[in-house]
């Protein structure tokens, strides 16, 4: 299997963006109303508002089979990961030994270490996300921490 992480943009491959918005809302469908955003992932520059925003599409046999967004926040010198969802059919596929989804969250997590040292962000905090509870133990097992910070809007 040839796996392939790309960043869809509406003027090179508008079938990706609209893979991504039709992942979104498979997944999160509570939360369409994030699907002009996303869309504007794909059209406007990455770089805008205090952060840099990278919406990656997970390609498995140039099949779309999953999908993160992560922003890398300029001002808080942190990276936020947004969504993150991989099609039940890919979940089981590896990328070097690691299931797609991690391997989704790696390839995200170091595109923001790029952005902060092309940035100059000094310190750089790392990369948070907010979690459902059940998925809590998913993320520790890919050598995440829990912190202990109520969530807020």
Known sequence: ????FVEPRAETNP?????????HLRWFGDYAYAVP??????????VR?????H???ALVDDIPAGYL?????????????H???VDEPFRSVLVGGTRLAQAL??????????DAEEHGLEPFLGVVAESEDDMVPTWQRWGYEQLPVEYRE
């Open 69 to 81: 967004v992560v922003h890398t926040n300029l001002v808080r010198q942190v990276g936020v990961i």
């Open 55 to 57: 919406q990656i599409l």
């Open 105 to 114: 969250v790696d390839y995200g997590m170091a595109l923001t270490v790029v």
């Open 1 to 4: 299997m040839s796996v392939t």
């Open 49 to 53: 508002e205090g952060r840099v925003v």
């Open 83 to 85: 969504f993150l969802a």
């Open 15 to 23: 079938a990706w963006l609209d893979a991504v918005v039709d992942l």
């Open 37 to 46: 955003e996303l869309v504007d992932n794909g059209t406007l520059p990455a």
